[in-house]
Nanobody
C-alpha cells in the first residue's frame, strides 16, 4: 500500500495550492479518503473527507478548501484557496475502510497514511 502526497510548497497569504495524493495497493474506490494536517508542536487534525456520501470539512477550512477524488486515477485532491498563515502545516492524506459519522475526524479511523507534504504560508 502506498499513498504519495505532493503539491505542497511556499505560498503567500491569500494564495492557492492544490495537493494531490496518488494511491496504490488497495481498492481505492472502496475507501474513505481524508486529508489531515499537523503544524509544529500541535496534534494532527482533520481537514477534509470524501466518500460516496459526500464531502466533509473542518470548520476552519470550510468554504476555502475543496476535496475531490478521481477513482479512475486512484487520486484524491485538496484544492486550497485563501490560504492563511494558520494553514501552514504538513498535510497528510489518509485512507480508511470503515470510517463513519462518529470517527471521520479521528486519525484512528484511517488505516493507511501518506508521507506528508509541507505547506508554508508566508509573505
Amino acid at each position: 500500500v502506498q499513498l504519495q502526497a505532493s503539491g505542497g510548497g511556499l505560498v503567500q497569504p491569500g494564495g492557492s495550492l492544490r495537493l494531490s495524493c496518488a494511491a496504490s495497493g488497495f481498492t481505492f474506490s472502496s475507501y474513505h479518503m481524508g486529508w489531515f494536517r499537523q503544524a509544529p508542536g500541535k496534534e494532527r487534525e482533520f481537514v477534509a473527507l470524501i466518500n460516496w456520501s459526500g464531502t466533509y470539512y473542518a470548520d476552519s477550512v470550510k468554504g476555502r478548501f475543496t476535496i475531490s477524488r478521481d477513482n479512475a486515477q486512484n487520486t484524491v485532491y485538496l484544492q486550497m484557496t485563501s490560504l492563511k498563515p494558520g494553514d501552514m502545516a504538513v498535510y497528510y492524506c489518509a485512507a480508511g475502510r470503515y470510517v463513519n459519522g462518529r470517527s471521520y475526524d479521528s486519525t484512528y479511523a484511517y488505516e493507511y497514511w501518506g508521507q506528508g507534504t509541507l505547506v508554508t504560508v508566508s509573505s
